[in-house]
């Protein structure tokens, strides 16, 4: 089943983007042969609210190519134009083209734009609401590209991204100046994972990328600004844990809502908590034990398993920041972040901590502690009427 190319250059980038993840959400390791399903009655909470923010949208692109989003019993399938469900065989083959639409240069995403759009509104969200730090310098956070050096031994340094306090900006890999060296190697240990991805979903997936890091990142340059004196383990801890916040604050900046169409920032949720959950199933004890005492102490408790040689000790230091980001989201209520929440995360990181701040004790107010083993109730399935508020809009389209 091939989808008309012509129709989907017309599509907003984003847009492109969040059909690939809808896409991609189906089960497609069943029988090529088989109604492709996605089971929406087990997803999480920023899942469900991500679609009904973003349906409507969606919906009308998908009817650029007359295709549908429909449900089917419990489940969501995709209808084609005589209304028969789309099989994982179809499915498949739209993600493929789709995919291979990012190969071929037919769509591409300016993703150092992106990034320089949200770093430069983290840095005037944290100016806004930490009236305490150097505003001068904050202004002038930026982002820059690396420098390919066409050495072999710099491909793993040229595909990170990377803050430098000392000069206020922030260094990334723009996939769209990298040559196909690099991008073979970043397909290869996205996450650091050591599991390679197609290169089409690689370069759909990285716009994600592109909001999630710089919101991270700045925060090393604060840390710089507010001249605090700590280690790895608090440092990487207060990025991860408040780069979350620092999204939805974002968002909610009016000269920022072009960036943030629809349903973007749930979604973005949604996969930081699959991947956390994936992680966390994987975890023996041990790793579950040095991820509860470094985030039980805000940071400030090291991980041995980091500083293990070779890919394992990275291996475990990208999966424990994945996972407070993750349930940094949500330490106690799920919900959608509240506006205040953003200040109070800032103050608790910087206000009164400057220096050696590995000797000075951490308030951290109780709705922003985690709760243990949090991620558990991160993934549970929505609640029934959430899910039925869905279905109505599903049935209506239908």
């Given at each position: 089943?091939?989808?008309?190319?012509?129709?989907?250059?017309?599509?907003?980038?984003?847009?492109?983007?969040?059909?690939?993840?809808?896409?991609?959400?189906?089960?497609?390791?069943?029988?090529?042969?088989?109604?492709?399903?996605?089971?929406?009655?087990?997803?999480?909470?920023?899942?469900?609210?991500?679609?009904?923010?973003?349906?409507?949208?969606?919906?009308?692109?998908?009817?650029?190519?007359n295709l549908q989003l429909a449900s089917l019993g419990n489940d969501i399938c995709l209808l084609k134009e005589n209304k028969i469900a789309c099989t994982v065989e179809d499915i498949t083959q739209l993600l493929t083209s789709l995919e291979s639409f990012f190969v071929k240069k037919i769509i591409v995403f300016d993703y150092k734009a992106i990034a320089d759009r949200v770093i430069k509104g983290c840095a005037r969200a944290i100016e806004l609401n930490c009236s305490y730090l150097?505003?001068?310098?904050?202004?002038?956070?930026?982002?820059?590209?690396?420098?390919?050096?066409?050495?072999?031994?710099?491909?793993p340094y040229e595909t990170k991204w990377c803050a430098w306090p000392d000069y206020g900006f922030v260094s990334m890999p723009d996939v769209n100046t990298?040559?196909?060296?690099?991008?073979?190697?970043?397909?290869?240990?996205?996450?650091?994972?050591?599991?390679?991805?197609?290169?089409?979903?690689?370069?759909?997936?990285?716009?994600?990328?592109?909001?999630?890091?710089?919101?991270?990142?700045?925060?090393?340059?604060?840390?710089?600004?507010?001249?605090?004196?700590?280690?790895?383990?608090?440092?990487?801890?207060?990025?991860?844990?408040?780069?979350?916040?620092?999204?939805?604050?974002?968002?909610?900046?009016?000269?920022?809502?072009?960036?943030?169409?629809?349903?973007?920032?749930?979604?973005?949720?949604?996969?930081?908590?699959?991947?956390?959950?994936?992680?966390?199933?994987?975890?023996?004890?041990?790793?579950?034990?040095?991820?509860?005492?470094?985030?039980?102490?805000?940071g400030l408790t090291s991980c041995p398993g980091w500083t293990t040689e070779g890919p394992e000790g990275l291996i475990l230091e990208s999966q424990m920041k994945t996972m407070?980001?993750?349930?940094?989201?949500?330490?106690?209520?799920?919900?959608?972040?509240?506006?205040?929440?953003?200040?109070?995360v800032l103050d608790v990181l910087f206000k009164n901590r400057t220096g050696n701040i590995l000797s000075i004790p951490v308030n951290i107010p109780a709705d922003l502690k985690i709760e243990q083993n949090r991620i558990e109730k991160l993934v549970q399935p929505v609640s029934p009427d959430l899910l039925n508020e869905l279905f109505k809009i599903l049935q209506c389209n239908e």
């Open positions: 089943m091939a989808i008309r190319m012509d129709v989907f250059k017309t599509v907003p980038d984003l847009y492109v983007y969040q059909v690939v993840s809808i896409l991609s959400s189906f089960d497609l390791k069943l029988d090529q042969n088989t109604v492709a399903l996605w089971k929406i009655s087990t997803e999480d909470f920023y899942c469900i609210k991500w679609l009904l923010a973003a349906l409507p949208s969606i919906q009308k692109y998908l009817k650029m190519v150097d505003s001068t310098a904050i202004a002038k956070i930026h982002i820059e590209a690396n420098v390919v050096s066409g050495a072999v031994e710099m491909i990298l040559p196909d060296s690099h991008i073979d190697f970043m397909c290869k240990n996205l996450h650091n994972q050591n599991k390679k991805v197609p290169k089409g979903r690689f370069l759909a997936q990285y716009i994600g990328t592109c909001y999630k890091t710089p919101c991270h990142e700045v925060i090393h340059i604060i840390q710089g600004i507010n001249k605090q004196r700590g280690n790895t383990f608090q440092a990487e801890h207060d990025a991860s844990y408040s780069m979350m916040t620092l999204l939805w604050s974002i968002s909610k900046l009016p000269d920022l809502s072009p960036l943030f169409i629809e349903g973007l920032c749930e979604m973005i949720y949604h996969y930081q908590i699959q991947s956390a959950n994936r992680i966390w199933n994987k975890w023996n004890q041990s790793e579950k034990l040095q991820y509860h005492q470094w985030k039980d102490t805000f407070i980001a993750a349930e940094g989201i949500s330490p106690v209520k799920i919900e959608l972040i509240p506006e205040e929440r953003i200040k109070v």
